[in-house]
């Protein structure tokens, strides 16, 4: 059961296959974990790990993951980003192919934000993303969620500090994607593939915004997962993806060790 | 301005580009033509010619197209897929990628029956399809559109021979894609991208029964044309999918 350390951060990551390195944020708001992967409309891991590095991690101070860390009032979504970028440098990997769900949408425009020439190509599946309609909706489910479990198992940090956070993460930057601007989406040229949803704390109109801004993307079937039969399609959709922008050398090494 | 001939059958086809062959099938009934690109959605001579050695042709004996052949009643779909088949012959071309408009979604069916083989990968964009409560839908649409105008210019050729072509082509497989069966759908390996439309002659109910029957099918946002903004997402998925499926050699 590995673990990456950097300071006072200790991240539990699981790795999966061999390959073109394949980031994979699970989806479950701030309780975003491995485990969860299980529940989701299909796992990276069985999907990809036939012609993928697929590497996943438990998000810092998630419950019922393993992964603990400064809580980091000031910058919470960066830090949570110094995680990933961390743990792609702890294993050596330069260039790498993200996927995320929900929480992992707002995480990867963050990531193409502060490590946008390390990303080749990245997946937003059925991505959070700011619903002016319900303005408090992610601050309330964490709010009620995930602070006082943390609470309850870091005596060092308060409710107090739980709000402070949130309505940072949340309340500061309440629009679009939380994380990058709509100037940054419409000049960001890496491909894209984006699975929309339209559950409250997932909303369409903000993943196609997205997908309709960033010149190189491209959206699945909608819906793709009101039905078993339609994820499928939706998987191969993403895996034509990742290979078909899977950089060339390491396409060729997959393709030789298949001969 | 070149053409392929064979026997009594003349096809006229363009190129553009270089690299992995893509066979593009114009949509536009019994009347596609090369020409008719213009009018598509997009243009895939454009789209894909940076990437791809694309190649169209008209329609045997299409009105308003250049390839003429002859009206073969007893085997109409196999016909024009000779005709695809025996281009690619004459192109010296093995193996290739097929992109196909409305009719293109049976022919290419049916290429992939008879040359499952040398078809990489297929993109049907909004596919002809049966649809039960139209079924005489593509017979009166050609009986009106295609026949008369083709027996104008081929004295040979009469609307009781244009009746017997288009009730082989169009009433005595009544059913599904016209081509192939739905077993051989469910048993076809090739990659397979299906870009659904929803006008009486494209049924989404066909479209989308073939992309959840083929075990290698994906299928795009759907609608994607109804808007000009969506074309271009459905066009990056026709390109990704189309390197992803790329032999590698062709790739280096």
Not at chain 1, 22 to 41: C, D, E, Q, Y
Request: charged residues 20%; hydrophobic residues 40%.
């Amino acid at each position: 059961m590995p673990f990456y350390e950097k300071g006072e951060a200790r991240i539990h990551y699981e790795e999966a296959g061999s390959g073109f390195p394949l980031l994979v944020i699970p989806g479950g708001g701030l309780n975003s974990t491995i485990a969860g992967l299980a529940t989701h409309p299909f796992n990276p891991f069985d999907e990809f790990k036939g012609e993928f590095r697929v590497i996943a991690a438990d998000l810092r101070n998630a419950k019922g993951g393993q992964s603990t860390g400064p809580f980091e009032v000031d910058r919470p979504w960066d830090a949570y980003t110094d995680d990933h970028i961390g743990l792609m440098d702890h294993l050596g990997i330069r260039d790498f192919m993200v996927l995320g769900f929900c929480i992992g949408g707002p995480f990867i425009w963050n990531l193409l934000k502060r490590a946008g020439d390390r990303v080749v190509a990245a997946v937003p599946a059925q991505p959070s993303g700011y619903r002016p309609e319900m303005p408090d909706l992610s601050y309330n489910n964490n709010m009620k969620g995930w602070g006082p479990e943390l609470c309850a198992r870091r005596p060092g940090i308060t409710m107090a500090m739980v709000d402070a956070f949130l309505t940072n993460m949340y309340r500061a930057r309440a629009d679009f994607v939380y994380t990058v601007t709509r100037d940054f989406v419409r000049n960001c040229q890496t491909p894209i593939l984006v699975l929309p949803d339209d559950v409250p704390g997932h909303p369409y109109a903000v993943a196609m915004e997205t997908v309709h801004l960033a010149p190189n993307a491209q959206v699945s079937l909608y819906p793709w997962k009101d039905t078993p039969d339609k994820i499928p399609l939706a998987v191969r959709h993403i895996r034509s993806f990742l290979r078909a922008y899977r950089p060339v050398a390491a396409a060729q090494s997959m393709a030789a060790a298949a001969q | 301005m070149p053409f392929y001939e064979k026997g009594d059958v003349r096809i006229h086809y363009q190129e553009a580009g270089s690299g992995f062959p893509l066979l593009v099938i114009p949509g536009g009934g019994l009347n596609s033509t090369v020409a008719g690109l213009a009018n598509h959605p997009f243009n895939p001579l454009d789209e894909f010619k940076g990437e791809h050695r694309v190649i169209a042709a008209d329609l045997r004996n299409a009105n308003g197209g250049q390839s003429t052949g002859p009206l073969e009643i007893d085997r109409p779909w196999d016909a024009y897929t000779d005709d695809h088949i025996g281009l690619m012959d004459h192109l010296g071309i093995s193996e290739f990628m097929v992109l196909g408009f409305c009719i293109g979604g049976p022919f290419i069916w049916n290429l992939l029956k008879r040359a499952r083989g040398r078809v990489a990968a297929a993109v049907l964009a909004q596919p002809s399809g049966f649809r039960p409560e139209m079924p005489d839908l593509f017979y009166q649409n050609n009986i009106k559109g295609w026949g008369p105008a083709l027996c104008e210019r081929r004295p040979e050729i009469t609307m009781a021979t244009v009746d017997a072509f288009l009730g082989k082509m169009y009433r005595a497989n009544a059913d599904f894609v016209f081509t192939v069966t739905r077993d051989f759908v469910r048993d076809c390996r090739t990659p397979i991208l299906v870009l659904p439309d929803d006008v009486p002659a494209h049924p989404y109910a066909v479209a989308m029964e073939s992309a959840l029957l083929a075990p290698n099918a994906q299928v795009s946002l759907y609608p994607w044309k109804d808007t000009t903004d969506k074309i271009p997402l459905a066009v990056r998925h026709i390109r990704t999918f189309l390197k992803a499926y790329r032999p590698a050699t062709a790739t280096r």
